[in-house]
T-cell receptor, first 110, second 111 residues
Framework: RKEVEQDPGPFNVPEGATVAFNCTYS??????FFWYRQDCRKEPKLLMS???SGNEDGRFTAQLNRASQYISLLIRDSKLSDSATYLC???????????FGTGTSLTVIP | DVKVTQSSRYLVKRTGEKVFLECVQD?????MFWYRQDPGLGLRLIYF???????EKGDIPEGYSVSREKKERFSLILESASTNQTSMYLC??????????FGPGTRLTVT
């Protein structure tokens, strides 16, 4: 079983739409969770960390459900510039190993 | 701003050549990582290091070795390059428990 699983998509949504991505993880001892964004032919960039209480950064909201072992990313009022691949990442309980999902592709359409 | 740099953006090598990929970070991070990324397979961990001179195998270490002589520098070595090592190679660094920061990647082609 994979450490982290994501729906690969693709998600094609119109500008202004709200879109949500989910990701499940297998190790209940995992301590840290992140969402990364990767543009075509570029490196992944840290979008936001995910905290137990949930956290928001502008149009982006991340949530963690430890009981069900999943994390989510919600993007409100989608912009064309949000088009990218979004990677779910889970860190080990030691904090020095990271497990990546294969990514979810998002295209925002005018 | 965290900066992770990689020695080359693009590299073309011949089968059997020895290849060195170098990564430098300027944030005093203790952890450094080498991944390769291939279409449909996502990011796969080759090796990581949590301290100077320390290294741990990742998921796909075969055909690779690493060196970490200084905290800021982590090198990936392909002892004898093969065509199936054609890939995008990404270096990352982090503090434990904090997210990773990636370099721009090296697109390696082995012919």
């Amino acid at each position: 079983r994979k450490e982290v699983e994501q729906d690969p998509g693709p998600f094609n949504v119109p500008e202004g739409a709200t879109v949500a991505f989910n990701c499940t993880y297998s190790n209940s001892a995992s301590q840290s969770f992140f969402w990364y964004r990767q543009d075509c032919r570029k490196e992944p960039k840290l979008l936001m960390s995910v905290y137990s209480s949930g956290n928001e950064d502008g149009r982006f909201t991340a949530q963690l459900n430890r009981a069900s072992q999943y994390i989510s990313l919600l993007i409100r009022d989608s912009k064309l510039s949000d088009s990218a691949t979004y990677l779910c990442v889970v860190a080990s309980n030691t904090g020095n190993q990271f497990y990546f999902g294969t990514g979810t592709s998002l295209t925002v359409i005018p | 701003d965290v900066k992770v740099t990689q020695s080359s953006r693009y590299l073309v090598k011949r089968t059997g050549e020895k290849v060195f990929l170098e990564c430098v970070q300027d944030m005093d991070h203790e952890n450094m990582f080498w991944y390769r990324q291939d279409p449909g397979l996502g990011l796969r961990l080759i090796y990581f290091s949590y301290d100077v001179k320390m290294k741990e195998k990742g998921d796909i270490p075969e055909g690779y070795s690493v060196s970490r002589e200084k905290k800021e520098r982590f090198s990936l070595i392909l002892e004898s390059a093969s065509t199936n090592q054609t890939s995008m190679y990404l270096c990352a660094s982090s503090f434990s428990g904090i997210g990773q920061y990636f370099g721009p990647g090296t697109r390696l082609t082995v012919t």
